[in-house]
């Protein structure tokens, strides 16, 4: 019980505390940061920095009595929807099945056989995290992890201009335009950083760095390792090895998503599996690799069309939406703002219609 | 040791024996574990080092080292267009499709583009062929060769008449897959670290792969088809060479719903060799045989189509092209066909 004259706080505060009433340290227990700045009318992160320095002062005092530093369940919604924004993609049924976007502070995995668009996701993702706040994305930057070779500039140049067009042409206000000024080709190159592994050493080692970059660069909100499998499923030898080495390197990704507010993006491979002679394609690495990632998307084809399954999820439904890859990159499958340049080609020897690439 | 003569070796000694081979056997494995930590803390070192590149330096033409952006141009430029300038360098590509598609042409053209100047879509440096079925076809190189001029108007003749073809083209054969290795292990790295050259073509990588394994040693065959890929990109990265590996095809089985591979555009053949292999391919074109022919002046030739079915930066799609005696020509517009 002490009184709010000793507190390490500015004298305009005390005086106004001590005039409104609060003379001890008693007085302010159990008061919301709101009914205090009320009573005592001060500003709300006066009232906030009195409450915090009280707890602290108190708790050392007392030996743990006071307020804990515990947070209710309500108040992480409110510290999620202020800070921790979704990564808005250009498909609106992808951003519909996420719950308005991917999720940042979570780890998302993407599987799904060759070509079927795991790469041009990520590389759609790396240009959406740029995307300026007044369009409603997060403004961030990105590194990118590239273990298989396959991060090309000509295509990223490409989505990062369709990008950019893309946003030109819903500018409506006067910050809108202003934010497309900072958002340019070269821009978003400059907020990508590149990062080249060639084996699963190097990739550990350069994780084992990261958090170091990550401090220096505070705006970093996405982080794509493209692809986690490519160099671990050339680990043979010790399959158990692997393994430890794969739980290490979920939890230090899961760690650096929370501690630094960034969405981590993994691309995964598929996998024959034999069951009492059925083969079935699973994703690889493992089941012990599945409980890793908090969100897991499969890509995969029926037919010519593409499709995205969520299977698993905390927050979100399975569902399973259709997509497209264009010029422009990742968007919806119904989606035709502009016409396609190539007609579908006619061939004599061609089997029936269905096996044709639909283009609008 | 006889039972008399273990009776007089006291217990303990043998105890003492056993402790000392068992902390021997966790010393061994303790000394790899810290072998393993060691090789991490100095790839650590070494990754300090490493560059974090930003994207944009990429773009101005720095950081070559990490993506160059440079492209092996194929020789026409309908086939070029198609790729986007051609081959990237610095990753694996495959070229599959039936006998007879014209997969041996096309690389035989990319053997003699190679050695071209950058500034006409080679790379100053000639090829290594590893032939691992046929004998190499030495005759149609030639003839490739004494019609360079035709199928590349875009070069000055006299730079054309310059160049030696035949002295720039290795070849290698190879009948199973431990000389194949040997030869991936020795032999290339020497002639990639000399600058001789600086395009791999592997034909056929499936020869390997299908004959020498039962179906019952399909892991035994993952795990050899895993490292030979790792080898080729570990070749392709050290020495920023492209790598063309030629595949055959294989009859598409019955539709099964559990099959997810990214259907070719319009054919029932698929790629031999499966799911592994494909996972470690970059970019995959295929070759197809069609049933009409093409005629110009008193040659013809039996209409062929190259077909992107996936890659990083290339739309799925695909271009006309016809096998002539200068080489393999893609074709633009509506063409004779008859």
């Given at each position: 019980m002490r009184p709010v004259s000793s507190l390490s706080l500015s004298p305009s505060v005390k005086v106004r505390l001590v005039s409104a009433g609060f003379r001890f340290t008693s007085d302010l227990r159990g008061l919301k940061p709101l009914q205090l700045s009320k009573e005592a009318s001060l500003s709300q992160p006066e009232a906030l920095e009195v409450l915090q320095t009280v707890r602290r002062v108190v708790g050392g005092d007392e030996g743990g009595g006071g307020a804990s530093a515990s947070l209710t369940a309500l108040e992480l919604l409110q510290k999620e929807e202020e800070e921790l924004r979704s990564i808005v993609t250009f498909s609106s049924q992808l951003d519909a099945a996420l719950g308005g976007g991917l999720p940042v502070g979570k780890t998302i995995e993407i599987c799904g056989a060759p070509g079927v668009g795991k790469t041009q996701l990520c590389l759609q993702l790396a240009v959406d995290v740029q995307v300026p706040s007044c369009f409603g994305g997060v403004g961030g930057q990105m590194v990118y992890i590239d273990t298989e070779g396959s991060f090309l500039l000509q295509r990223v140049v490409d989505i990062a201009t369709a990008g950019v067009r893309h946003c030109s042409l819903l500018a409506e206000d006067d910050e809108q335009r202003v934010a497309m000024e900072t958002f340019?080709?070269?821009?978003?190159?400059?907020?990508?950083?590149?990062?080249?592994?060639?084996?699963?050493?190097?990739?550990?080692?350069?994780?084992?760095?990261?958090?170091?970059?990550?401090?220096?660069?505070?705006?970093?909100?996405?982080?794509?390792?493209?692809?986690?499998?490519?160099?671990?499923?050339?680990?043979?030898?010790?399959?158990?090895?692997?393994?430890?080495?794969?739980?290490?390197?979920?939890?230090?990704?899961?760690?650096?998503?929370?501690?630094?507010?960034?969405?981590?993006?993994?691309?995964?491979?598929?996998?024959?599996?034999?069951?009492?002679?059925?083969?079935?394609?699973?994703?690889?690495?493992?089941?012990?690799?599945?409980h890793a990632p908090a969100i897991r998307l499969l890509l995969h084809w029926v037919g010519p069309q593409r499709m995205a399954a969520i299977f698993k999820s905390p927050a979100h439904m399975d569902s399973t939406i259709q997509y497209q890859i264009t010029s422009e990159g990742f968007r919806d499958a119904n989606q035709c703002e502009q016409p396609q340049s190539k007609r579908p080609r006619r061939h004599t020897n061609q089997p029936a219609a269905s096996q044709r690439v639909t283009s609008c | 040791m006889s039972i008399s003569a273990s009776c007089i070796w006291p217990r303990r000694w043998l105890l003492l024996y056993l402790l000392a081979h068992l902390f021997i056997k966790e010393l061994y494995s303790l000394m790899e574990e810290c072998h393993k930590i060691i090789s991490v803390?100095?790839?650590?070192?070494?990754?300090?080092?490493?560059?974090?590149?930003?994207?944009?330096?990429?773009?101005?033409?720095?950081?070559?080292?990490?993506?160059?952006?440079?492209?092996?141009?194929?020789?026409?430029?309908?086939?070029?267009?198609?790729?986007?300038?051609?081959?990237?360098?610095?990753?694996?590509?495959?070229?599959?499709?039936?006998?007879?598609?014209?997969?041996?042409?096309?690389?035989?053209?990319?053997?003699?583009?190679?050695?071209?100047?950058?500034?006409?879509?080679?790379?100053?440096?000639?090829?290594?062929?590893?032939?691992?079925?046929?004998?190499?076809?030495?005759?149609?190189?030639?003839?490739?060769?004494?019609?360079?001029?035709?199928?590349?108007?875009?070069?000055?003749?006299?730079?054309?008449?310059?160049?030696?073809?035949?002295?720039?083209?290795?070849?290698?054969?190879?009948?199973?897959?431990?000389?194949?290795?040997?030869?991936?292990?020795?032999?290339?790295?020497?002639?990639?670290?000399?600058?001789?050259?600086?395009?791999?073509?592997?034909?056929?990588?499936?020869?390997?792969?299908?004959?020498?394994?039962?179906?019952?040693?399909?892991?035994?065959?993952?795990?050899?088809?895993?490292?030979?890929?790792?080898?080729?990109?570990?070749?392709?990265?050290?020495?920023?060479?492209?790598?063309?590996?030629?595949?055959?095809?294989r009859h598409r089985d019955p539709p099964n719903p559990g099959r997810q591979e990214a259907p070719p555009l319009s054919s029932n053949v698929s790629p031999a060799l499966g799911l592994a292999w494909a996972n470690q391919v970059m970019v995959r074109l295929m070759m197809r045989r069609l049933q009409e022919t093409v005629a110009r002046g008193n040659q013809r030739s039996a209409l062929r189509r190259l077909e992107v079915v996936f890659a990083p930066h290339l739309a799925r799609d695909g271009r006309d092209a016809a096998v002539w005696r200068e080489g393999v020509r893609g074709l633009t517009g509506i063409v004779g066909v008859f």
């Open positions: 340019t080709v070269e821009t978003i190159l400059s907020n990508m950083f590149l990062v080249r592994c060639h084996d699963y050493v190097e990739l550990l080692a350069e994780l084992h760095l990261l958090p170091g970059f990550l401090s220096a660069h505070p705006r970093v909100r996405l982080l794509v390792i493209d692809s986690v499998a490519f160099v671990f499923r050339r680990l043979f030898d010790d399959l158990s090895q692997r393994t430890r080495l794969l739980n290490d390197l979920a939890q230090q990704l899961i760690a650096m998503a929370t501690r630094h507010k960034m969405a981590v993006v993994i691309t995964n491979q598929m996998t024959t599996r034999l069951r009492g002679g059925q083969s079935q394609l699973v994703p690889a690495l493992g089941e012990s690799w599945g | 803390c100095v790839c650590v070192c070494v990754c300090v080092c490493v560059c974090v590149c930003v994207a944009l330096l990429l773009h101005r033409g720095e950081c070559r080292r990490l993506e160059s952006g440079l492209r092996l141009s194929v020789g026409c430029p309908v086939l070029d267009e198609l790729l986007r300038g051609g081959l990237p360098v610095g990753g694996v590509t495959e070229l599959s499709g039936e006998s007879g598609a014209g997969k041996t042409q096309l690389a035989l053209q990319l053997c003699l583009s190679v050695q071209y100047p950058t500034q006409h879509g080679g790379l100053n440096s000639g090829a290594v062929y590893i032939c691992t079925e046929d004998v190499f076809p030495s005759s149609r190189l030639q003839q490739l060769i004494s019609d360079q001029s035709c199928l590349r108007s875009d070069v000055p003749p006299t730079l054309i008449s310059r160049l030696q073809f035949s002295d720039h083209v290795y070849i290698e054969h190879t009948a199973d897959l431990e000389s194949l290795q040997v030869c991936l292990s020795r032999r290339v790295p020497l002639l990639l670290a000399r600058g001789a050259v600086r395009l791999l073509v592997v034909d056929s990588v499936a020869a390997l792969f299908r004959c020498e394994f039962q179906a019952s040693d399909w892991l035994e065959r993952t795990k050899q088809l895993l490292s030979f890929s790792s080898t080729l990109h570990h070749l392709s990265q050290e020495f920023n060479t492209p790598v063309l590996c030629i595949n055959q095809r």
